[in-house]
């Protein structure tokens, strides 16, 4: 299994990015984010869960629909979410507007060469 790949699937599937870290320790390949990185994401998730649970649901509905439209690049799909999440903690933007511009992205048509 490539390294986006597992990636993917422990962000689709809502798995400790926490225990990806550790994973993709024994995988020799470069990934998107450092370990603190990915530490604060899985952090911001589960602030989110907890104080904004309806929002941290539809951000992974969101990201579903993504997956269903198929439009760019998939590997690219988890890495915009995670980057979409760390705009809440780092950025301290409102996870309600985080949700509708991230929400606004499926409207955008994307043209692959």
Known sequence: MLL??????YVRNKKSLKEYV????????????NDKTLFEAQECLEILQKKEPKIYESMYEILEKYYQQGEG???EYPINFIRQ?????TNNISAQKVYESYKKGLNHHYCDA
């Not at 986006?4 to 699937?9: G, H, M, P, R, S």
């Not at 993709?24 to 998107?32: D, Q």
């Not at 999440?85 to 903690?89: E, T, V």
């Open 4 to 9: 986006i790949e597992l990636f993917a699937d």
């Open 22 to 33: 550790e994973k993709r320790k024994s995988i020799n390949e470069r990934g998107e984010f």
């Open 73 to 75: 690049h998939i590997t």
């Open 85 to 89: 999440i760390l705009q809440i903690c």
